[in-house]
């Protein structure tokens, strides 16, 4: 069963530094996501991205972030001069239009220290 | 504005018997909602979801969930809880704007043996 790949599975860095998270979507899905998840807080929506540009933005999604798809199949998230606040576990997820479910990867749980 | 509220952070059920996790949510327009599940060090994985067809959705692993409009509530529940199923559960609505996943705050389910 196709699935969502996500790398690392566990990220640790230090504060300030910059990271990127990659995702391998499912082949033949359009649209890819990502969302966070503070630990013991909601699952929240970062971003959305379809036909090489971001489609949907949340206020968390400032200049700090910015996406990517650099070949036919990861799309990355990076994350610039990461905060401690920044620490949570990152879901990619993907799904082949809006009116169908999105499937998600395992998640990398990144800590800042 | 749409949200989705997960009346139990923590059920706790005896192996064989039934299973019951409330959600109840707010749309101004005909929702479409879901149920994922993730087990430990798992990624999000679909149960199950409603989209405007039957309001009694089937899902995977013997759960099933029940859309009732007048009650605004998509509760899940299954007749007979196995130890496979200790997980959190999340109760998601899409929004109808622009199709982002609005998630409740999860619930943890515990079996006891």
């Known amino acids: 069963e196709p699935e969502v790949t996500q790398t690392p599975s566990h990220q640790v860095t230090q504060m300030g530094q910059e990271v990127i998270l990659r995702c391998v979507p499912i082949?033949?899905?359009?649209?890819f996501y990502w969302y966070r998840q503070i630990l013991g807080q909601k699952v929240e929506f970062l971003v959305s991205f379809y036909n090489n540009e971001i489609s949907e933005k949340s206020e968390i999604f400032d200049d700090q972030f910015s996406v990517e798809r650099p070949d036919g199949s990861n799309f990355t998230l990076k994350i610039r001069s990461t905060k401690l606040e920044d620490s949570a576990m990152y879901f990619c997820?993907?799904?082949?239009?809006?009116?169908?479910?999105?499937?998600f990867g395992q998640g990398t749980r990144l800590t800042v220290v | 504005a749409q949200s989705v509220t997960q009346l139990d952070s923590h059920v706790s059920v005896s192996e064989g018997t039934p299973v019951l996790l409330r959600c109840n949510y707010s749309?101004?327009?005909?929702?479409?909602l879901f149920w994922y599940v993730q087990h430990p060090n798992k990624g999000l994985q679909l149960l199950l979801k409603?989209?405007?067809?039957a309001t009694l959705v089937k899902g995977i692993n013997g759960f099933e969930a029940e859309f009732k409009k007048s009650e605004t509530s998509f509760h899940l529940t299954k007749p007979s809880a196995h130890m496979s199923d200790a997980a959190e559960y999340f109760c998601v609505v899409r929004l109808t704007s622009n199709y982002q996943l609005i998630w409740g705050a999860g619930t943890k389910l515990i079996i006891k043996p």
């Open positions: 409603y989209t405007s067809a």
């Open positions: 082949s033949n899905h359009l649209y």
């Open positions: 749309s101004s327009y005909s929702p479409s």
């Open positions: 997820a993907s799904s082949l239009d809006t009116n169908t479910e999105a499937f």
